[in-house]
């Protein structure tokens, strides 16, 4: 029975290649954050694989090893290689320290080389020719053989993907933000919804806001992405107006949330950048 289970996953992969996708294998954090180690301009550099962060960034480290500063004409990474990636100098920061990684590809890189990404297995699949005929419908079938069911996302600008989401029968969109620890609500979607919250002793950091921030906490009892309902969760509520998400945020505004690591995670989640669609496992 285990191998049956395994064949439509190992017939995806097959369709995958078939297609000029290249695997590549991924490192998951115990904070649910994938990275690889690739090699830009020569040299090893942690990246992070962050579908929450807009444009493909470096750190200023990274940068001054650089020919140009709004490029990396070589990067690296498994057996693909891309040139000439689009880049800004940032610095990378949470909490006003350093992060782990040099390197952060961006929604940018993953929507121009049609990435998928499987959470549950840590691989990314990237096209090195993404203006090469693909079958959409091959790759549609494989993921719906594995029991996945896809949800549509929306691309706003600048470049992020938002899913519809349905909590306690109040609709809104979420960031899906493979960046984020954990799933979290902006306090003002909480309030509309009705949900009740508790204080946490815990405190949450992020690269939009300064020093960390207290949140609550609240049990979703009931909510779904699209249509494919999920199981109970709780999750962190908080203003998120300074993270550009919220009713209060002139960025996305009608983002009232995040979608994290730990739910692509447990729902054994692909992301198809090149469809526009989030395949997940219902636990229903």
Not at 89 to 97: A, F, I, K, R
Not at 169 to 178: C, E, F, I, K
Not at 208 to 236: E, K, T
Request: some cysteine.
């Amino acid at each position: 029975m285990a191998g049956l289970a395994r064949a439509p996953e190992a017939k995806l992969r097959a369709t995958l290649e078939a297609q000029g996708y290249v695997s590549i294998a991924l490192r998951r954090t115990g904070q649910h954050h994938w990275f690889l180690f690739g090699q830009v301009a020569g040299r090893r550099r942690s990246c992070l694989i962050d579908t929450g962060w807009t444009y493909t960034s470096v750190s200023p480290v990274v940068a001054q090893h650089l020919s140009s500063t709004n490029r990396i004409e070589r990067l690296k990474l498994g057996k693909l290689q891309l040139d000439n990636i689009p880049i800004r100098v940032v610095e990378l920061q949470v909490n006003g320290q350093p992060t782990g990684y040099d390197v952060v590809l961006g929604c940018d890189l993953l929507l121009a080389h049609q990435a998928l990404i499987d959470f549950g297995r840590a691989r990314l699949y990237l096209r090195p020719n993404p203006a090469t005929g693909i079958s959409r419908d091959a790759l549609a079938a494989g993921l719906a053989a594995t029991g996945r069911k896809a949800v549509s996302l929306q691309l706003l600008n600048p470049p992020v993907l938002a899913v519809p989401a349905t909590v306690h029968g109040v609709g809104t969109q979420l960031l899906v933000d493979s960046g984020a620890m954990w799933s979290c609500l902006d306090a003002e979607f909480a309030r509309r919804a009705t949900l009740s919250t508790a204080a946490s002793v815990q405190r949450l950091s992020g690269p939009g806001a300064n020093g960390q921030r207290n949140f609550a906490v609240a049990d979703l009892a009931a909510w779904s992405l699209g249509s494919i309902p999920l199981a109970g969760r709780s999750v962190a509520v908080l203003d998120l107006a300074d993270w550009g998400l919220g009713p209060r945020a002139t960025l996305f505004p009608r983002v009232e949330g995040i979608l994290g690591g730990a739910e692509l995670l447990t729902t054994r989640a692909w992301l198809d950048c090149g469809q526009l669609k989030l395949w997940l496992v219902s636990p229903h």
